[in-house]
């Protein structure tokens, strides 16, 4: 048989992605001023990567079938495709139902969670809409032995009987995503740390997250509440298998919180560490796992760059959010600590909070300057369909195109502050962030130490 994984998106001047936001997918549009334009160009150029679950798919059906992965819906691989595969995500909803609509001849399973939450939209006589994780369906079916045309042509006229292929597949079984394929064709471009590297292979040690933020968080409805973690020898395995294949010894975890299993991390790190694997890499983290210990071990193991969520210095705003966070004194300390290590913190905040004004904003501007990090980003509260805070804003949603849903624009009509107010302040907290001196001078020592040391 012949897959083909048709990957839309819209034509946008800034970078789309579907892994970020549990799947729903991100677009860094960083705002309208002629610096925000910059770094919506050179995000756009540096970081790019599918969902990692079709990547994993890819390498599932490949082991009987041929599998092509295209962005194009006009592909001349789709004439003889048997079948096609289309991740959803809602950064890309318009963009892929006109497909699903152009390709009315084709039998076409769209994967990601997304697709289940607004299944209506997905549902159409000739799609099947895979539930949950999409990859534990293809594995389940293919060790089944079922994965032929006559079946899959059945399931069809009768999707009920994808129900039986959604047994839990421990995460060492899964083969090891189809990267080697994809970076034929596209550049894997995950060129954040510096400027020796340019690419990074991403990688899943654990799926799964626990924390309070699921109230507007989309990663435990795709992964779910419970961390699974895949084994320390089977993660290695993969690391060793990418740096044979393809020379790379950069990663990019894509854990929603690397590090929640502390154990797990701590037998990972010796584990790179005695192997002598010589490897960097960069997680997403939660401040309340780092400590002394913890940064010592992950800069031995090679950890070059970490994400963590502050979201918003105030604290009314964030337990409006049922954020979980430390007090500012230990964000400072920790961040600082990492700095000083040689490790680069990149911290996230979202602004447009449902608590927001304009004055908590400019703190939390205010307090990502005095923060210690190298790296800023900030992002707009988005309430997304399926997350628990969604029927709170449904009546207020004032976006239609859910492609707008892409985490840096306001959809809803805030109760301080309007969209306009948001698209300014944004701007103006990339350029407060970066465009000082104490910023221009750390960013160049940071670039110059990579390159020379
Ligand atoms: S820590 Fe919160 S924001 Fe991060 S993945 Fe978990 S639920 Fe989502």
Not at 268 to 282: D, G, R, T, V
Not at 391 to 399: A, H
Not at 415 to 437: C, M, T, V, W
Request: hydrophobic residues 35%; charged residues 25%.
């Amino acid at each position: 048989m012949k897959f083909v994984i048709l990957d839309v998106y819209p034509q946008e001047n800034h970078r789309l992605i579907k892994d970020t936001a549990g799947g729903y997918g991100t677009g860094n549009n960083f705002g309208k001023n002629l610096f925000s334009k910059l770094l919506n160009v050179y995000v756009d150029n540096k970081i790019g990567m599918p969902a990692m679950e079709i990547m994993y798919i890819s390498s599932i059906l490949k082991k009987d079938h041929k599998v092509h992965y295209s962005r194009k819906f006009d592909d001349p691989e789709i004439i003889d495709a048997d079948f096609i595969i289309l991740p959803s995500s809602i950064i890309a909803h318009e963009t892929e139902i006109n497909t699903l609509e152009k390709l009315k001849d084709k039998r076409i399973f769209v994967t990601g969670i997304f697709s289940n939450i607004l299944k209506d939209k997905y549902e159409k006589k000739n799609t099947v809409v895979i539930k949950n994780e999409s990859d534990t369906f293809f594995y389940n079916l293919q060790k089944s032995g079922k994965l032929n045309t006559e079946f899959l042509l059945s399931i069809f006229d009768d999707p009920k009987l994808i129900n039986q292929f959604y047994s839990p597949v421990n995460l060492d079984d899964f083969p090891f995503p189809d990267w080697k394929n994809y970076s034929k064709n596209y550049p894997l471009r995950n060129d954040f740390f510096g400027l020796k590297e340019k690419i990074a292979i991403p990688i899943l040690a654990t799926r799964g997250c626990p924390y309070s933020c699921f109230n507007y968080c989309t990663y435990p409805l795709q992964q779910g509440r419970k961390v699974r973690a895949r084994s320390v020898q089977n993660i290695v395995e993969e690391i060793k298998y990418w740096q044979n294949k393809i020379g790379c010894n950069k990663f990019v975890f894509r854990d929603p919180v690397f590090s929640i299993n502390r154990k797990h991390t701590i037998n990972l790190c010796n584990e790179i560490i005695n192997q002598k694997l010589n490897i960097k890499f960069m997680v997403e983290t939660h401040l309340n796992n780092m400590d002394d210990e913890m940064i010592k071990l992950l800069k031995n193991a090679g950890l070059e760059l970490i994400y963590v969520g502050v979201e918003s210095s105030n604290h009314v705003v964030l337990e409006d959010m049922k954020r979980f966070t430390i007090e500012h004194d230990k964000q400072y300390e920790i961040i600082k600590k990492c700095e000083d290590a040689g490790i680069i913190v990149k911290t996230m905040f979202i602004i447009g909070n449902p608590e927001d004004t304009e004055e908590t904003i400019n703190a939390s501007i205010q307090y990502s300057k005095y923060l210690p990090s190298l790296y800023a980003q900030f992002s707009v509260f988005t309430p997304y369909p399926g997350t628990p805070v969604y029927g709170d804003f449904k009546e207020l949603i004032n976006v239609k195109e859910l492609e707008k849903f892409n985490q840096y624009n306001l959809v809803f009509k805030h109760k301080n502050l309007s969209a306009e107010k948001i698209e300014k302040l944004k701007s103006s907290a990339y350029i407060k962030f970066y465009l000082n001196f104490k910023k221009i001078f750390q960013v160049l020592r940071y670039f110059l130490r990579s390159k020379y040391v």
